[in-house]
């Protein structure tokens, strides 16, 4: 069964420290993104990647990176993690052919920064 | 860029009773829209879409939507509602490449 995973499900991490968050698709999409949910509020998108080895900026990427080796991995980076990225992390991929673009959510990533 | 507002944060029912879950959108080209559910502690799952064609469009477990480019709306609705309908709903609308999520209606569903 086609599917989006994460990894990890969820991650404690220090102010300042680095964080690598992962995403692995087996649906054969060409777009992938991430998303960041905080506590009672909808998502909000960080970066996106229409193909491999590039990535494209979304609505909030200060403070992160993100990379796409292959077509079925996109990660995003927290170089230096501060306080105010505690929040879950979801990885999503799509099809974009004929018009179309229904979103593929992996389980979420739990960050919490101390 | 696309915008899209959910009125009601908080909805509540009793099971059995019919609900309609509120969403307008910004027009800035072509339309695309669409609904995602999310229960506690999962990813967000595809309800339906609406791009062309048909106003009314179906989904699963007895969910419609109906788009109106008069009222800029694309409400939710559902005839009979379950307890495991109790989730968080978000409407969305395609900007060229990618998704703008609303703030989500948070459904509770009382037995």
């Known amino acids: 069964e086609a599917a989006v995973t994460q990894s990890p499900r969820s991650k404690v991490a220090v102010t300042g420290g680095k964080v690598t968050l992962s995403c692995h698709q087996t649906?054969?999409?060409?777009?992938m993104y991430w998303y960041r949910q905080d506590t009672g509020h909808g998502l909000r998108l960080i970066h996106y990647?229409?193909?491999?080895?590039?990535?494209e900026k979304g609505d909030i990427p200060d403070g992160y990176k993100a990379s796409r080796p292959s077509q079925e991995n996109f990660s995003l980076i927290l170089e230096l993690a501060s306080l105010s990225q505690t929040a879950v992390y979801f990885c999503?991929?799509?099809?974009?052919?004929?018009?179309?673009?229904?979103?593929?959510f992996g389980a979420g990533t739990r960050l919490s920064v101390l | 860029t696309q915008t899209v507002s959910q009125s009601d944060a908080h909805v509540t029912v009793f099971e059995g009773d019919s609900v309609e879950l509120r969403c307008n959108y910004s027009y800035g080209g072509s339309i695309y829209l669409s609904w995602y559910i999310q229960h506690h502690g999962h990813g967000l799952q595809f309800l339906l879409k609406y791009y062309s064609g048909n106003p009314v469009v179906q989904g699963v477990n007895g969910f419609e939507a109906e788009f109106s480019k008069s009222d800029s709306s694309f409400h939710l609705r559902k005839a009979s509602v379950h307890w495991s309908d109790s989730a968080v709903y978000f409407c969305a609308v395609r900007d060229p490449g990618k998704l703008t999520f609303g703030d989500g209606t948070v459904l509770t569903v009382k037995p």
């Open positions: 649906n054969n999409h060409d777009y």
């Open positions: 999503a991929s799509s099809w974009t052919g004929g018009g179309q673009n229904t979103l593929y």
């Open positions: 990647s229409y193909v491999a080895d590039s990535t």
